[in-house]
């Protein structure tokens, strides 16, 4: 597979910003009206996510493990949507009808079989997943809210009761869609280590504009019923590894990181693990008193507080790069990133050029779904 060709191929027709999305579901939805319950009333989530997704798949193509467990992973998920196999042809020939539109005279039969390869292999294995999935697990789940509390102004921790059981592994996420907002999900990371009762707490930041955050801030009751996706997601600890562990969460990218700690607390020998807890303001720091309680109890667990607009907060200020990085050399340990898009680009690059190899850094992003 030929994926610097494929790369610059997209890219170019990336430059068309959002007519690009436009064109390719306009296309689908005429040729296919059928597949137009499957998405939401509002596409504009859907659009911004087009070519997201696309860049990455294609950045992993030389990547063929990586890009192996995110596919499957892909096709798992999109059985909650209601994806059949047939739709898969549907979306594949309105995909090579829009890079032709928007390649223009670029577009020759070789760049067109290649795209027709690649796009064949991406769905072969999104449908045997989803295949194999069926044998054994729901399309989706459905969630009983247990509790739901108020956090801060902004932030609110849902705990939710899965029926059937939801297996996962600490640092997954699952995508949660409300009755208030049908076929619109957000991709959420659980919040705990597995526990006997099943039940999952999510930390629910209210996005400006977020139709899925108002709907879980201000819509859900206790004893109310969501829709949960299966477990997705890549930011789950190697336990492979002897290193120490360096772990950054900006705002509710906390919730798989206080997922692996509890799951550490239960080994018998942790790894000695340094959490930077970063926000804003002081109110952002949500969960401190609970973090502070861990440290205490673990003595291989140090959490260090910091903001980046608060003088009148007392611990470490300045932005979440700046603090871990000169709060010492990381080359070291397993790196954990979770939270905004652009902390997460910023510390990863940091840690990168400061000698900590990039198979040592471990980052998850649904920062597109934040809707």
Not at 43 to 50: F, S
Not at 115 to 134: C, G, I, L, P, T
Not at 170 to 195: D, H, M
Not at 242 to 266: C, F, N, Q
Request: charged share 25%; proline share 6%.
């Amino acid at each position: 597979m030929d994926a610097r060709r494929l790369k610059d191929s997209l890219d170019s027709v990336a430059r068309h910003g959002d007519e690009v999305p436009l064109f390719f579901y306009s296309d689908l939805f005429i040729k296919h009206p059928e597949v137009r319950d499957l998405f939401p009333i509002s596409m504009k989530a859907q659009r911004e996510h087009l070519i997201g997704a696309l860049a990455q798949i294609v950045a992993q193509f030389d990547r063929v493990d990586e890009l192996a467990v995110f596919l499957k992973g892909l096709g798992r998920d999109h059985r909650k949507f209601g994806t059949a196999a047939e739709h898969y042809d549907a979306v594949g020939d309105s995909l090579l009808a829009t890079l032709a539109h928007f390649a223009g005279d670029t577009w020759t039969p070789e760049l067109a079989n290649a795209w027709s390869d690649a796009y064949s292999m991406v769905a072969d294995a999104m449908r045997q997943a989803a295949k194999e999935d069926e044998a054994t697990s729901p399309a989706s789940w459905r969630g009983i809210v247990v509790s739901c509390e108020r956090k801060a102004y902004d932030i609110s921790v849902l705990q939710v009761r899965p029926d059937p059981r939801l297996d996962f592994v600490p640092g997954q996420s699952v995508a949660i869609e409300s009755p208030q907002r049908p076929r619109l999900w957000r991709y959420y990371s659980i919040a705990n280590a597995p526990r006997d009762d099943g039940t999952l707490d999510f930390h629910v930041r209210l996005i400006d504009g977020g139709a899925v955050s108002m709907a879980l801030t201000y819509g859900q009751v206790v004893g109310g019923s969501l829709r949960l996706g299966p477990p997705v997601g890549v930011l789950t600890l190697d336990a492979r590894s002897p290193r120490d562990i360096l772990m950054v969460a900006g705002s509710t990218g906390l919730a798989p990181m206080k997922a692996i700690i509890e799951h550490l607390a239960r080994l018998q020998v942790s790894p000695h693990v340094h959490l930077f807890f970063c926000a804003r303001t002081a109110d952002g720091l949500y969960d401190l008193p609970s973090l502070e309680k861990m440290s205490a109890e673990h003595h291989w667990l140090t959490v260090v507080p910091a903001t980046s607009a608060d003088r009148r907060f007392r611990g470490e200020s300045g932005s979440a790069p700046d603090v871990v990085m000169r709060a010492g050399n990381w080359s070291g340990h397993d790196a954990y990133l979770a939270g905004p898009t652009e902390m997460v680009r910023e510390t990863s690059a940091r840690l990168t050029a400061a000698g900590t190899p990039g198979d040592q850094i471990h980052v998850e992003d649904f920062g597109w779904s934040e809707r």
